[in-house]
């Protein structure tokens, strides 16, 4: 099993939707839970974290997460065609250091 | 705040040689930074945690002996890919915390590496 499951998509919304993306993790151990967004070719840049169970709410952007079910979740309101990235959720993994366990990413696809 | 600089942001290089990347925090210290790699179409595979003053830790399958880090100061650490072959073309990112690990990872812009 993956440390850290996300699902690779597209997901294809339209504009003015939300998109909901979601991410999954094994370790019952991680306390910090990282949404990045990163463009073709270019280098992640972090949208929001969460550490505590419930929503987290950043502007357009939600961060959802509940430890029983091991799950996070991010909600785009009102999608724009610039959101059109992929999307990558990150889990710290205890112990020493604190390193930064990636999903391989969510595509989302936004269209006009 | 939290601006971690990557020089250079491309490289390309004959097979057989070395190739250093800089990651530099700009504007806080960094005891850990961390390097990923990237290979299109797929996800971050963290490499190695870099430690200011000490050997690097590195991940399982990540050879140590290729892929040498040095962490020589507080805003400073380096990857050196040595004799490179083309499969290690890739996207070379480095990351950085400003704080705990829970306020997330500041990423460098990266650096893609093309051997030839």
């Known amino acids: 099993q993956k440390e850290v499951e996300q699902n690779s998509g597209p997901l294809s919304v339209p504009e003015g939707a939300i998109a909901s993306l979601n991410c999954t993790y094994s370790d019952r151990g991680s306390q910090s839970f990282f949404w990045y967004r990163q463009y073709s070719g270019k280098s992640p840049e972090l949208i929001m974290f969460?550490?505590?169970?419930g929503d987290k709410e950043d502007g357009r952007f939600t961060a959802q997460l509940n430890k029983a079910s091991q799950y996070v979740s991010l909600l785009i309101r009102d999608s724009q065609p610039s959101d059109s990235a992929t999307y990558l959720c990150a889990v710290n993994s205890p112990g020493g250091y604190n390193k930064l366990i990636f999903g391989a990413g969510t595509r989302l696809a936004v269209h006009p | 705040g939290a601006v971690v600089s990557q020089h250079p942001s491309w490289v390309i290089c004959k097979s057989g040689t070395s190739v250093k990347i800089e990651c530099r925090s700009l504007?806080?210290?960094?005891?850990?930074m961390f390097w990923y790699r990237q290979f299109p179409k797929q996800s971050l595979m963290l490499m190695a945690t870099?430690?200011?003053?000490?050997?690097?830790?590195?991940e399982q399958g990540v050879e140590k002996d290729k892929f040498l880090i040095n962490h020589a100061s507080l805003t400073l650490s380096t990857l050196t890919v040595t004799s490179a072959h083309p499969e290690d073309s890739s996207f070379y990112i480095c990351?950085?915390?400003?704080?705990?690990?829970?306020?997330?990872?500041?990423f460098g812009s990266g650096t893609r590496l093309t051997v030839v």
């Open positions: 504007d806080f210290q960094a005891t850990t």
């Open positions: 870099s430690n200011e003053g000490s050997k690097a830790t590195y």
């Open positions: 969460i550490y505590s169970n």
């Open positions: 990351s950085a915390s400003p704080g705990t690990a829970n306020y997330g990872y500041t």
